[in-house]
DNA sequence: CGATTGACGTACG
DNA sequence: TCGTACGCCAATC
């Protein structure tokens, strides 16, 4: 059997978070639910947890909580890298929360479901 | 090995 | 409309 059909929540979100196009961000409830399992949001995030000892590196700054809050910002090597990054990337942050977020939000349910 | 926690979100009163 | 309860599953205490 072959083991990619074995693998778990993790791993799935780690493909879809390096899909997240420069410039774009996504919620963590929007991974989940395009994976199928719209409750498990949490991990989600918790997958983030060890996103920066991945190779390659998972954008995990390009995922925000679903009103666009940088929620996981004090997880990053500084309290100001997160919004830092965003900003490089031509995204508006505001008070830790993402300005215009359904303008720069992408939805994988949206571009990855055919 | 059982209980608690955690980068969230939805359901229900 | 707002506040509280629960689910999710892995890691940590």
């Known amino acids: 059997m072959p083991k990619t059909l074995d693998i778990s929540f993790f791993e799935q979100v780690y493909q879809v978070a390096r899909l997240i196009p420069y410039g774009k961000i996504t919620s963590y409830g929007a ?3 395009y994976l199928g399992t719209a409750k498990s949001a949490r991990m989600v995030g918790w997958a983030m947890n060890g996103a920066h000892k991945l190779d390659p590196p998972i954008p995990a ?5 679903r009103i666009g809050l940088l929620s996981g910002k004090a997880h ?7 919004q830092q990054l965003l900003e490089n990337e031509g995204i508006e942050v505001k008070d830790n929360q993402v300005v215009e977020f359904t303008k720069h939000f992408w939805n994988p349910i949206q571009e990855l479901k055919l």
């Open 76 to 82: 990053f090597e500084t309290p100001d890298t997160m």
């Open 61 to 65: 700054h390009r995922v925000v909580n």
């Open 31 to 33: 991974i989940a639910t």
